[in-house]
């Protein structure tokens, strides 16, 4: 249930977007973005207060007047989310965008910010009062309930449910929806087979979600996993469509595809390889005899111990512990410290180096708008002031003719290949940091005595 409210702002801009931009509360700026501006308090303050001053005839850093409020020099919208809808930073960066664009258009000037340092995440646009093209934004009554309503509507597109009305009475149902209520028509086994066709192309949950979606799926990932297809009026549990579907049978479809289930026995001692040897043994038993839950690895073949996801899991993850020379638990918790270690220094670096390159990018824009629009012998009112506003961006980052702009070119292509090594580096340590913890999981599990009987 997403809300939002609008603060004005008359004085000190710099300031609030220095805390929206604030990189403890956006992951080291790895969720912040901006339109017609860069993503930096200092040049979006300078490149605001430009069209500012421009079209308004007024001063952007203005002390308040002794009487009455002053001019609003900017709009500070803040858009939280409810934390039972599970909303997590990508979405709601994601969402905060397309908010914006929505909103606003693609002429005005904003600065996006979705913060992490809360129980609950939430979204900070700070937007200048005047367009590029001079379309002057308002905060009233008026206006807030518009945004208000396009918040709902971004939102739902998203699969996040808006605040209900005063009198909870709910809005009409599309005739779509009305259709396929009537008729009764079930989806469950188109989205089962969309799912069974994805999981040999995705290589993890996140992968598989992305793929729903770009077919015209929502989805909730929460707790369980929930998807809602444009038709229908409810979301549903992938849990709701049998064993196959759960978030664990997804997970072991997708992770242990590839491993195989040979099983290659070393001469060496390992108490870890002989609990596993048992367990595998005890569940084919259970399958064998009919004693056991379904859950097909193939769904579209005859259920046997072959096509059982929990044996072929099991010994998937036997296979990964030969092939590792994994002799104990311990062993096992030791790699899996390290490989997290690892992880998460990989995922710093490559944060930091993809803030990089979106400043890049934002400078490489600016500069080619300059040096294009410096070429032309007649500009229009608004091409003037893109000129103006780029130029003292360039002068702000030290670029002041064509060479300097070559060679940002060249390094941003530098950092292109950086981060395209980086993602494989990181990528490759995820997926065997997952396999093993999962392996952990299981073996702790198996102790237990209660993951299969």
């Known amino acids: 249930m997403p809300y939002v409210k609008s603060i004005s702002i008359r004085t000190t801009v710099n300031k609030s977007l220095a805390y929206i931009l604030d990189p403890d509360k956006t992951e080291g700026s790895l969720f912040t973005t901006s339109l017609n501006c860069l993503t930096n308090a200092k040049d979006a303050y300078l490149a605001m207060k430009t069209v500012f001053e421009h079209f308004s005839g007024e001063k952007f850093n ?10 609003v020099k900017a709009i500070h919208y803040i858009q939280s989310f409810d934390p039972k809808d599970n909303v997590s930073p990508e979405l709601a960066h994601r969402i905060a965008k397309a908010f914006a664009r929505k909103t606003f258009g693609d002429d005005c000037q904003i600065v996006i910010a979705t913060h992490t340092d809360r129980k609950h995440v939430h979204n900070h646009l700070i937007i200048n009062t005047y367009s590029l093209t001079g379309h002057k934004f308002n905060d009233n009554l008026t206006t807030r309930k518009k945004i208000r309503e396009y918040s709902d509507r971004v939102c739902l597109a998203f699969g996040i449910q808006p605040i209900p009305d005063r009198n909870g009475q709910s809005k009409n149902i599309a005739y779509n929806e009305w259709e396929h209520k009537r008729r009764g028509t079930s989806w469950k086994e188109k989205i089962r087979i969309d799912i069974d066709r994805l999981i040999g192309k995705v290589k993890n ?8 979606e770009m077919l015209g799926y929502t989805i ?16 549903v549990r992938t849990k709701t469509f049998g064993e196959d579907y759960t978030t664990e049978s997804l997970l072991a479809r997708i992770r242990w595809r590839d491993v195989g289930a040979s099983v290659t026995l070393s001469g060496e001692p390992s108490p870890l390889r002989d609990d596993y040897i048992r367990t595998l043994n005890d569940i084919t038993e259970l399958a064998r005899t009919g004693r056991k839950i379904q859950s097909k690895r193939y769904r579209s073949e005859p259920y046997t111990p072959e096509n059982d996801i929990d044996v072929y899991k099991i ?7 030969n092939r590792d020379n994994i002799h104990s638990i311990g062993e096992l918790e030791g790699k899996i410290q390290r490989l997290k270690s690892e992880y ?11 803030v990089k390159q979106e400043k890049l990018e934002g400078l490489t824009e600016q500069a080619g708008t300059y040096f294009s629009l410096a070429d032309k012998s007649e500009l229009s ?21 064509r060479s300097d702009f070559e060679r940002m070119k060249a390094v941003r292509q530098e950092t292109d290949k950086k ?4 993602k494989k580096t990181f990528e490759d340590c995820e997926e065997k940091y997952e396999v093993y913890k999962d392996i952990a999981d299981t073996y702790y599990s198996i102790s237990k005595g209660g993951l299969y009987f």
Do not use: H, M, W
Not at 315 to 321: D, E, P, W
């Open 62 to 71: 203005a002390p308040l007047p002794v009487n009455g409020k002053g001019s």
């Open 205 to 212: 949950i996140d992968e598989l979600l992305f793929e729903l």
């Open 220 to 235: 909730k990932k929460g707790k369980y996993i929930s998807i809602k297809a444009p038709e229908q009026e409810r979301f």
């Open 315 to 321: 010994s998937a993850q036997l296979s990964i512990i």
């Open 344 to 354: 998460e220094n990989a995922r710093r670096e490559l944060n930091a180096i993809i």
């Open 381 to 401: 009112d608004t091409e003037q002031l893109s000129l103006k506003i780029c130029r003292q961006t360039l002068q702000s980052n030290n670029i002041s003719d």
């Open 419 to 422: 981060i395209a090594d980086l």
